[in-house]
Each structure stands twice: as C-alpha cells, then as structure tokens.
C-alpha cells in the first residue's frame, strides 16, 4: 500500500491512465495469447509511436488551452512533399527530411500567427490549416501514392535497433525531450500559466504570442515526424495519409489527463494514453473483432477515461473540504 | 400614509469573516422612489441580494404585502414580483426586444410553436406604454445601452412585478437618456410600482427619489424623507465612521520624481491626466468606481493602449507599448482583480511567485527546481502565507493569501514603482493590516506607489497625496492634510 501511494503521488493524474493501462493490458493477454509475445509488445509499439509522437506536441497546445486540428493534415503534406524531394528530384535523403520536418514546423508557426497575431480562435486557424495542407497534398500528389522510397528512408519507419524497432525508440527520444520542455525550460512553465490564466500572463510580461506560436511550431514539427516514420513503414507517402489523425491525437492526449481547458496535463499521461489506444487496437485485432467495433470501444474508452478523471477530482476536493472552501473564496 | 409593500426588519447576512448586514431595517412604501445610499461595501448590493432571493438572510424577518416570507431563490422573488435590474443587463443580444422580454415564458400555440405574434403584441403594448415606439421585432444587439435598459423595465413590467429594484441604472447613461430614464420611473410609479433606487450619483436623488435610506458598514443608519435633507447631511452619515487606528505609521523620507505622467488621454475617456509621483511617496486615487482610476494604471502598465501621453521614469522618457516594457521599465501592477488578472489559480504558489522573472531560478535555458522552491519559500515566510507548501495550487488559498501570492510576484522583481489597485479588496482585517505594513516597508526603501482604493479610510490612512477622478478626468488633488471624506466624496461625486 505504501510503495502504491508512493507511486501514486509521484504520478499524480497519470495515475489513473496507467492503471488504465496495465488494466487492459492484463485482459488482453488473459483474452489472447498472442498479447504478451515480444514481438507483439514490439509491434505495440511501434504502432503507437505515430500517434504517441504527435500527441507530445498536442499536449503543449491543449496545455496553452488550445487544440490543433491539423497535425493529420501536415502528416501528410510534409511527407508527400519529402518524398517527392527523394522520388521525382533525387536529393539526398537527410536534406529531404530535414526539410520535410521544416516544413512541418513552419506549418505550425503559420498556425500559431494566424491564432496570435489576427487573432483567429485556434479551433478555426487549425480547421483551415487542417483544408489547406490536405488540399495541397492532394494537389501536389495529384491523389496518387508516391512510392519507391529509398531503402535508409525506409529505416525510420521499418528499422530496428536490436530488437526494438527504430521508430520506438525515436518516441522515447522525443517524451524526454517533450519533458524537459515542459518541465524544465520556460516554454513548459509559460504554456501552463498561459494556459491557466492568459490575462495574468500577459499582465507578468510573458510575450504570450511567442510562446503559443512556438507550441503550434512544435506540434506541426512533430506531426511532421510522425508523417517521416508513416511514409518508411508504408514504403508510400500518401494524400490520405493521417486522415482522421488528428482525433486519434487528441483522444490520446486527453486519456492521458490534460485538461481541454488549459493550465493543466502531464506529457507523460499522452505516452500512456497513445498506449492505451495501441493496446486495444492491437488487442482487438488479435481477437479478430472488425474494425468497426474497434471504432465503438475506442469512442467508450475515451468517455470511461475522462469521466473517471472528472469523477475522482471532485471526490479528492470534496475529501479536502476544499471544494467548499474553494466555492467560498469564488463568491468572497 | 401608504401601506408598506415590504418590510425587512433585524436582516442579518454573514460571510466569511465579514458581517455583511447588521440586523438591518429597511421599509418600502407602495409606489415610492426609495434610494439606498451608502459607500462602497456598505451592504447596500447584500441587501439588494437577499430581498431578490440570490442570498439567504442569516436572521431577520420579511414581510411582503402583510405577510411573513421565506424567499427561497431568484425564481421565488421574481414570482412574487420583484425585479431586479442589475448594471449588467441580462439580455439575449442577438434575439429580438421581445422574444427577450419573454424568454423563459414564451406564449404557446399548441405544445411546441412559440405565439410570435401574440408576443410581439404585448410586448408593442408594454414599450408604448412605457413612452416607447420601437419595433419589438428589434435585436438587443442593435439597441443602446438606455434602450436595453428600456427592456429590462419592460420585462420587470410583463412579468407584473410591484417592486422593481435598479442598481446604478444612471452609471452607464447620457444626461438625455438619465432625463427619459426619470419620465419612465415618474410612469411607473403611476402604477403603483415601488422602486429601490441605489446610486452613487447623490445629486440625482432629489429629482428622482422620495425617501432615502443611509447604509454605512452593513448597518441601517437613517431614513429620510428627501426633501428634508441634503447632500452633505448624506454624506456625513455615509462615511461617519471614526478612522480607527488600523493604518501603521509611516516615517519615509520622500525622495525625488520618480515617475511623471503627461497629458495621458485614452479611448475618447481619459482626459489630460498628468500627475508625478516620488520616491518612498504613496499616492492615493480616489475615486467612484468606474471613474478611470485603472483605465489610468493599464495605460501607464501598457495593457491597453493610449492616444497620447508621456510616461518619464527618473526624468527619462519611456516608450511603454506593453507590460513587457512597463515591466523591464521597473513597474509591477498589483491588479483589482486577482483571480482574473493576478493569478493563475490552477498553478502552484510556486510557479505563480516566479512568474514575472523565472531568471531568477534559472541556469542557462534550464529551470531549476530547487531555486524555485527555495525563491517560494523565502517569499512564503517573509509574507507569512499561510499555505501547506509551495507546491499548492493557489486557488486553494483564503483571500487575503491569494493577495499576499500576488505580492510576492512584484517583491520578486523588486520593482520602483508599485501600482496597488484595491489591494485590500475582500481580504479580512488581519491581511489588511499586514499589507498596510508592506506598503509602507517598501516606501521605505525608496518604492514609490500608487494606490487605488475605493475604501476612504484607506485612502486617508495610507497617502501621502490623494489624486480624485471623476469622469475619467482628475477632479483634484489633495495634500493628506488638506483632504478629509467629505472633500474627497464631493470631488468624486460632482458633475
């Protein structure tokens, strides 16, 4: 009990998501034995990376109290685009890709110009985007797959590193990059106060607009990186790659514990919580249950994991007695 | 002599550390005009709150047409006829005149179809009336604020209330509209609606009002038949309370010109403000609320932009285009509203002390959580915030510790110039006290600041100078010695 309140309190929210997690991950290999297999954990894993990968960015963004409906969109633009730089110009693969993740981020720093400087409400600046990136992907594409990508592209996507696939461990390059961000550099601590409270930013001399573009920079960076490895898996970059992308981000985000209302959220609940969504795609999959219903139990477990987040605040402030008290300060 | 409509006898409504109304008394007749006066947190809106249902007395009786009552909500009161009419209007903008002055009890044809023209019907009824000729097909949106005010009455009037209760109904008028506003409450009272008028605009209550009633401290002091006294008798029982010793002396050696403000003007409301302010001084800003006073302090902060104005700091001309440079300039702004504007309430009283110079507890680009911790927990002390740690998040905290957070905030930037703006709103006795001793802490080491309040003891015990606005333009400034409550009231007040 004591090693378990330990662990708790260290964890804080993401508690609840890792229970989640172990939870499910205990059914899935009682349901089938072909869950806890190495090789499996490793295909886990490397499924989960493209969408666990995005969602370090989108944790940012719903941290500031935004949301990012692009990052499907920019997936696949800016892969569309480095493949076509590898494919139909020949260069050399790391300039392609490197600009390819360039790409990416100044698609997210045009988001966040359009959310600081117009101002657009990001919902909206990222619906556009979410248009315009997809569009140009289709135009640039003409809607057929770009294959015949180069054998070390295909690396990112395919690789592995002993035994653990290469795009794995690119996402826990990334978590530890994501945490040191967040939590140890100014980019972290001003996207939450940002997000808890924007005009008392502002009012402390934080230059709030460079902070939000930096994390919608980040986001299209990152997305862009998830566009890399989808392209190297599939050995094809696509128009209609990462479509519907982007909810599966958000979902992940917000299983994880990050509240969509700003101030709040953890980037390790967003590994947990892009796990989680692995863990039963994969399972699911095992057992042979159509996609279909896929669909239907993901959608279910994004209800179950915000409400019981919802539920075990409001008994936690009711235990305190600070609920009321915080009540009693709001009317003072 | 008329019958009361409603009597409230012995009302007594605590809060928090605060005892809100003090067994008060008041009685409204049929169809009179009844002002209520007093200074702020006199307990004239406490009053308004529990006769319409949104607080519960604590003791007390009231009567209603003879009859002992329970007001059980603001659904309750206005069932039984009483109306509220608040500064901020409660109107849809985008529906119509009257789908407003319905919503909520819209007539039906059936079960599910809205009787449109039945609605607009009454409602044409209701504004001619009133003296009105509007369309009522009209949307709120496109109204100005006196029309929307005209709606806010018709409603009261639809819902066939006999006591309609206006709070500041002039604040935000023309002198026309302020005329018009007077016909419409003359039509009322016609009918025999009884009015509670509450205004600080003393000189309006005697063309519009027929008994006054004074609250001071949350206690009944007098009622008047208007005609039998005058503006001074009223102020004398506003304010005539003794200033007790709650204001720590000060013994500051007042230094040289530290900031200089000229001809600030702003948004078509703020006219030729220029004022300086010393080193060690504490300059006060009096002033009715809603009189520029932190209009004034947001332009100098640069939160919100000016037309013209120059702002010197040490003789030397600042550009201040945002609180980036009025920061870096050597200003802090302990804001009015600390919950909205001073904290991020979700975050710990750690990370909200940092949040004007996380450098401080940085090496390099890296944050570095002991220097955080250690920087909160010497503010902690130095202040005395009582909080279990500094990792709790503030919304956690009492009043008067959210303000103490909001202060280390500046402490930590070790500002020139300090901008209090009600800094000892909501916040209990003990708190006060330990503010009060601040302020004069840092005039002491050479700070000069200015303070907004709109608590006249607090203006009289604390300044040095007192500035008084009116109108968005200084009315006056006082020296300490020359400014008492009555000068101060009579300058903020005239028109």
């Known amino acids: 009990m004591e090693l378990l309140k330990k662990i708790r309190d260290s964890l804080g929210k993401e508690f609840g998501a890792l229970t989640g997690l172990i939870l499910l991950s205990v059914i899935m290999s009682l349901a089938t034995p072909y869950f806890l297999s190495f090789t499996n954990l490793m295909n886990i894993l490397r499924q989960s990376s493209l969408i666990a990968i995005a969602a370090a960015g989108m944790t940012f963004v719903i941290i500031t109290g935004g949301i990012d409906l692009s990052v499907g969109s920019v997936l696949s633009l800016s892969s569309c685009l480095t493949a076509g730089m590898m494919v139909s110009l020949g260069w050399n693969i790391w300039i392609a890709v490197l600009l390819g993740l360039i790409i990416g981020a100044l698609l997210g720093i045009l988001n966040g110009v359009f959310i600081t400087r117009i101002p657009l409400p990001p919902f909206i600046s990222t619906l556009g985007m979410m248009g315009v990136a997809r569009g140009l992907s289709f135009v640039y594409t003409q809607g057929a797959p770009i294959y015949g990508l180069p054998d070390s592209f295909k690396y990112l996507g395919a690789g592995m590193v002993g035994p653990i696939p290469f795009p794995a461990i690119l996402m826990v390059i990334i978590y530890l990059i994501s945490y040191f961000l967040l939590n140890k550099t100014k980019i972290g601590r001003y996207s939450y106060a940002l997000g808890g409270n924007e005009e008392a930013a502002i009012l402390s001399g934080i230059n709030t607009k460079k902070y939000k573009t930096i994390v919608y920079g980040l986001t299209g960076l990152f997305s862009a990186v998830s566009g890399m490895i989808l392209a190297a898996r599939l050995d094809a970059a696509t128009s209609v790659a990462g479509d519907g992308f982007e909810l599966d981000v958000i979902a992940a985000v917000v299983i994880g514990g990050t509240s969509l209302s700003g101030g709040r959220g953890k980037i390790v609940g967003s590994l947990i919580g892009a796990l989680i969504m692995g863990v039963v795609r994969n399972g699911l999959n095992l057992l042979l249950v159509s996609s279909h219903w896929q669909r239907v139990i993901l959608g279910l477990i994004i209800l179950l994991a915000v409400t019981v987040d919802v539920v075990r605040k409001q008994s936690s402030e009711d235990q305190d007695g600070t609920l009321s008290s915080f009540v009693a300060n709001l009317r003072s | 002599m008329q019958n009361n409509i409603l009597e409230l006898s012995s009302i007594t409504k605590k809060f928090p550390g605060v005892l809100a109304l003090d067994k008060v008394n008041f009685k409204l007749r049929e169809g009179e005009v009844h002002a209520l006066v007093g200074e702020n947190g006199a307990g004239k809106s406490t009053l308004i709150k529990v006769i319409s249902g949104v607080h519960k007395r604590d003791g007390g009786d009231i009567k209603y047409k003879g009859q002992n009552i329970n007001i059980k909500g603001p659904k309750h009161s206005r069932n039984l006829g009483i109306s509220v009419i608040y500064q901020e209007f409660n109107l849809v903008p985008y529906l119509s005149i009257a789908e407003n002055i319905f919503l909520g009890r819209e007539n039906m044809k059936g079960k599910a179809v809205i009787d449109k023209k ?378």
Request: charged share 30%; glycine share 8%; aromatic share 4%.
């Open chain 2, 118 to 495: 039945d609605m607009y019907q009454k409602s044409k009824k209701i504004l001619e009336d009133l003296g009105i000729h509007i369309d009522p097909k009209t949307n709120i949106a496109d109204l100005g604020v006196a029309m929307q005010q005209m709606v806010e009455i018709a409603k009261a009037i639809s819902m066939d209330s006999d006591i309609i209760i206006m709070d500041e109904p002039t604040a935000a008028l023309g002198d026309n509209e302020i005329e018009e506003l007077f016909k419409t409450i003359e039509n009322l009272k016609e009918k025999g609606i009884s009015i509670i008028y509450i205004s600080h605009r003393l000189k309006e209550l005697w063309e519009v009002a027929d008994r006054v009633t004074v609250f001071r401290d949350g206690r009944y002091i007098a009622t008047h038949p208007i005609s039998t006294t005058d503006k001074d008798m009223l102020i004398k029982e506003m304010v005539g309370r003794e200033l007790k010793e709650q204001f720590p002396p000060r013994n500051v050696e007042i230094g040289e010109e530290i900031l200089k403000v000229e001809n600030l003007n702003s948004n078509d409301f703020l006219k030729d403000i220029s004022f300086s302010l010393r080193k060690g001084e504490i300059l006060g800003f009096a002033g009715l609320v809603g009189s520029g006073r932190t209009e004034i302090m947001r332009c100098i902060f640069g939160a919100d932009k000016r037309d013209t104005g120059e702002i010197k700091i040490n003789n030397k001309k600042k550009n201040i285009q945002n609180p980036q440079d009025a920061i870096e300039a050597g200003i802090g702004f302990i804001t009015e509203d600390r919950k909205k504007q001073g904290l991020v309430l979700v975050r710990s009283v750690k990370e909200n002390i940092s949040l004007t110079d996380l450098s401080q507890v940085m090496d390099g680009i890296i944050l570095k959580d002991n220097k955080d911790k250690k920087l909160a927990r010497e503010y902690i002390d130095k202040l005395n915030i009582k909080t279990p740690g500094e990792e709790q998040e503030v919304r956690y905290l009492s009043g008067g510790n959210q303000q103490k957070v909001v202060l280390a905030k500046w402490l930590i930037k070790n500002a020139k110039i300090l901008i209090f703006d009600e800094p000892t709103r909501g916040i209990d006795v003990g708190a006060k006290k330990e503010v009060y001793s601040l302020m004069n802490e840092l005039a002491g080491q050479g700070v000069g600041i200015i303070m907004i309040s709109s608590e006249l003891p607090e203006i009289l015990g604390m300044s040095d100078r007192v500035l008084v606005m009116n109108h968005g333009e200084i009315a006056g400034k006082l020296d300490i010695e020359e400014a008492n409550q009555e000068n101060i009231l009579n300058l903020a007040t005239k028109e």
